[in-house]
């Protein structure tokens, strides 16, 4: 699946645009039984310390049945995309809901560990392990179960899901993906 945290030895990836830290890769972690599960050093790399010397981030539900750990930069960026307003649309009052009540500004103990409030465990349908993916601004944790079926390809044909993040790609990018 990927590798654990401790035998993870790449550097970190940084913005291009200069606006900071890409969290990337994926690890296998499990939870101990006061639901703390330990962060890669490498992720730990991207969030901030407090002026207690602590690692500090927000977590919250994300999407597909992850939890998002953003840094709390990353978090506040994210927020702005979606509409804040007081009177804005009823599908946005009812995303903002879903995500502020549940929000929540951590930090992580001395020892690297993050602890996962209960609420959280079971809305992300967390037991003993997770997966850790790095996605950019946000570390997505993933009960190892729901990470493993998302990653299934249907069918079982791997080339397919090549095919659709060329796709992707190409139109992001706008090129044809590198095919003459």
Wanted: proline letters at 3%; glycine letters at 12%; one cysteine or more.
């Amino acid at each position: 699946m990927g590798q654990k945290g401790s035998e993870w030895t790449e550097d970190a990836v940084t913005s291009t645009e200069g606006d900071g830290f890409v969290f990337c890769g994926e690890s296998n972690h499990s939870v101990d039984s006061k639901k703390r599960v330990f962060v890669p050093k490498r992720f730990q790399q991207g969030l901030p310390m407090d002026s207690q010397g602590s690692r500090v981030a927000v977590l919250t539900r994300g999407l597909d049945g992850c939890l998002y750990l953003f840094p709390e930069k990353g978090f506040n960026r994210a927020i702005q995309r979606l509409n804040t307003e007081a009177f804005a649309p009823k599908e946005a009052l009812r995303l903002q809901r879903l995500i502020f009540s549940v929000s929540q500004r951590i930090t992580l103990d001395g020892s690297g560990r993050l602890l996962l409030p209960a609420k959280l465990v079971a809305m992300a349908g967390i037991s003993k392990d997770v997966v850790m993916v790095g996605v950019m601004d946000r570390i997505e944790i993933w009960s190892a179960d729901r990470w493993t079926a998302f990653c299934q390809v249907e069918g079982g044909d791997e080339e397919a899901g090549f095919d659709e993040l060329e796709q992707l790609l190409s139109g992001a990018l706008g090129t044809d993906g590198g095919r003459s």
